[in-house]
């Protein structure tokens, strides 16, 4: 797998990105107990305020993200690249696109909350920017399994 590389706008509801997020549920499930899980269902990801993605290689669907517009920020949320597709920089490259897709959206704010298990996820974003932060949106404080995260995609307008 080291062919073209094409990360688009996409259907979440399409079955090769429903398998890949029904493949992101099972390994969280796995980490964490239930109240831990902040899952957005694919109903959800089709709204208007969402924006997903697709990372295909050679023409096959092996990752998925997307941004939720916040009034204040865009969300990260949904980052999952198949484990046979990884060591190829898909994550930085998908990353890279949605926080292109945020600014694009004039959001100047990019927020995400991932695990403390998740250790390949965290110094990913660590290695973008993200830095820690408070917890936000409807995300309950206090969860100990949990990893909020923020990094100012742009500056104030001049």
């Known amino acids: 797998m080291t062919g073209e590389i094409v ?5 979440p509801a399409r079955p090769e990105l429903r398998r890949l ?11 964490y107990p239930p109240e831990s899980n902040h899952l957005l269902d694919i109903e959800t990801m089709r ?3 969402m924006r997903f993605f697709s990372v295909a290689v050679d023409g096959e669907t092996v990752g998925c993200g997307g941004i939720w ?15 046979r597709a990884r060591g190829m920089g898909l994550a930085r490259k998908l990353m890279a696109r949605l926080e292109a897709e945020a600014l694009a959206a004039g959001k100047a704010m ?14 990913l974003y660590r290695a973008l920017g993200y830095v820690n932060c ?5 995300y309950p ?11 100012l995609l ?4 001049e």
């Open 7 to 11: 990360i688009r706008r996409d259907d």
């Open 69 to 83: 517009l916040h009034d204040d920020c865009a969300e990260v949320k949904r980052v999952y690249v198949s484990p």
């Open 21 to 31: 997020v029904e493949a992101l549920d099972a390994y969280a499930q796995a980490l």
């Open 134 to 138: 408070g917890a936000f949106a409807d």
């Open 110 to 123: 990019a927020r995400l909350e991932t695990g403390i298990h998740q250790p390949e996820a965290l110094s």
């Open 154 to 157: 742009a500056g104030p307008a």
């Open 141 to 151: 404080v206090g969860d100990h399994n949990s990893v909020f995260m923020e990094k």
């Open 47 to 49: 709204l208007p305020q």
